[in-house]
């Protein structure tokens, strides 16, 4: 009996040991120098749900972040910055002070992961991350960044859903965000690099082969521009979506439940606060009226309406998700989108950029929003958009059937994301294996390609005969005045 004790003893611990559940501790390091309070959302599900240990490195003078962040620690980089720096400038200043920083490394202890968007970060951080050393992860969420990180790794073709024109077009747009993006980052971060840390490889194109894994910030609710070529573009897109919490504060929940016809929740910027002071002065605010619950952290209103509530910590989710919320008044961001979607609540969208306006047409051919043009002085027209998707019971059986879409899935985004953090840790640069060759083509453009030929040869071929014909008929004329001339 001991015998056979001894030897199920052993098989159980091989058996545990071979489990891909049973991994060592993790660590896990976010640059959120952009997309602060997205990349904080993620540190947090790092950190609370698949149990790494995360860290989130942000600019010294940032204060948009996740309020609820559990077990993160934050580390801010000193840098100047003024208030006209572009994006490129500002970026830059942060790689001049992260590579300088020889206490940065000390404090990060060899993580596991470095996670970071690719537009410019990648030509600053990826040469640093290999001495380290670490495993790169690059974070992929709007129009522009998503193209730019799926040409670079080579992981995902872009899609054109129009015709062979458009397809030129966007061809030539993409062509040039990326020659403005070497023009503006990635020569001046080389140069940097070249200076700071003189032992660092400055060859952006073999550094990307460390690259093994891209988490897609996004949806295919929300839009679907790319074909991944490989399972190492994870969509994580809704990993911070979750069931709806009870509301921490007890004066916030009376406040709600005292007006009968229902909550607004308002999620735009500090910039538009006569706005949201305007519609909610313009909506009934009897006990049958409306409530509207505006959450920023950085507005003060002095003499604000009796059914405005102003609070800066409660996690929108849970307002988002309440069940006395008809709408949201939102810039319709990605993350916005995808919460509004997942807990079926009907949105307004005042897009401020592209990508916001692209998530609202999204949001609107969905059948679960409106839009409007961002114009702080018409709120009358808002109030009645508000009424119109109040009284209409469209919009919220619309956002029902994209919230049963979002959560009716095989797996939840946050498993997708553990799941490939620990597979690229377990199989550390054996994850190529799932890699195509980055020289991909489609049937489509091959035909493009033939018929651009084609094309081309008729075009020439015209026009040759046209110069041909206008010669002829240019000689033909100079000799009939030459006889003109001779007679008289």
Not at 127 to 149: C, K
Not at 251 to 260: N, S, T
Request: hydrophobic share 40%; glycine share 4%; net charge neutral.
């Amino acid at each position: 009996m001991m015998f056979f004790h001894l030897v199920s003893c052993a098989l159980f611990v091989h058996s545990a040991v071979a489990s891909s559940m049973i991994v060592p501790p993790h660590s896990a390091v976010v640059f959120a120098f952009e997309d602060v309070y997205d990349l904080s959302l993620l540190a947090h599900t790092l950190s609370d749900q698949s149990g790494v240990e995360t860290t989130l490195v942000i600019a010294h003078d940032e204060h948009d972040f996740y309020e609820h962040m559990i077990d993160v620690d934050i580390i801010r980089i000193n840098a100047t910055f003024k208030d006209n720096n572009s994006k490129e400038e500002r970026a830059l200043k942060l790689c001049d002070a992260v590579v300088s920083d020889n206490k940065l490394k000390r404090r990060l202890d060899n993580p596991t992961f470095v996670v970071f968007p690719g537009m410019r970060h990648d030509a600053c951080l990826l040469p640093w991350i290999e001495l380290i050393p670490s495993i790169p992860v690059v974070w992929a969420r709007g129009f522009d960044e998503e193209i730019y990180a799926f040409v670079k790794t080579g992981m995902a073709l872009p899609l054109h859903e129009t015709g062979f024109v458009q397809s030129f077009i966007e061809n030539l747009n993409l062509n040039y965000l990326l020659f403005t993006i070497q023009r503006n980052y990635i020569t001046p971060a080389q140069k940097i690099i070249k200076s700071r840390l003189p032992q660092a490889n400055i060859d952006l194109d073999s550094s990307y082969k460390n690259v093994q894994l891209v988490l897609w910030g996004a949806d295919p609710v929300l839009r679907m521009n790319s074909a991944p070529l490989t399972q190492l573009v994870t969509e994580i897109g809704c990993h911070h979506c979750r069931g709806v919490q009870p509301l921490p504060a007890e004066d916030l929940q009376k406040f709600l439940v005292e007006y009968r016809s229902g909550s607004i929740v308002v999620l735009l910027d500090a910039d538009y606060d006569t706005l949201v002071t305007e519609i909610a002065e313009k909506l009934p605010s009897d006990r049958q009226g409306m409530a509207v619950v505006w959450k920023n952290k950085h507005v003060s209103i002095k003499n604000k309406p009796k059914n405005l509530a102003v609070h800066k910590t409660v996690d929108r989710q849970d307002l988002i998700g309440y069940s006395r919320v008809r709408l949201v008044l939102s810039h319709c961001s990605d993350s916005e989108f995808l919460e509004a979607a997942f807990h079926g609540t009907p949105l307004i969208c005042l897009p401020r950029n592209v990508d916001e306006l692209r998530n609202a047409q999204r949001a609107v051919e969905l059948g679960f929003a409106a839009t409007q043009r961002l114009d702080t002085s018409k709120s009358d027209d808002l109030v009645e958009l508000i009424k119109t998707i109040h009284e209409n019971t469209s919009y919220r059986e619309k956002a029902r059937l994209v919230s049963t879409a979002l959560r009716d899935r095989s797996n939840h985004a946050m498993d997708r994301l553990t799941y490939w953090l620990r597979y690229i840790a377990r199989h550390n640069d054996e994850g190529r294996n799932l890699l195509l060759p980055k020289k991909v083509s489609t049937y489509a453009e091959f035909w493009q390609t033939i018929v651009g030929f084609l094309f081309g040869v008729l075009f020439t071929a015209i026009a040759t005969v046209i110069f041909f014909i206008t010669q002829d008929v240019s000689e033909h004329q100079k000799k009939k005045d030459k006889k003109m001339r001779h007679r008289n």
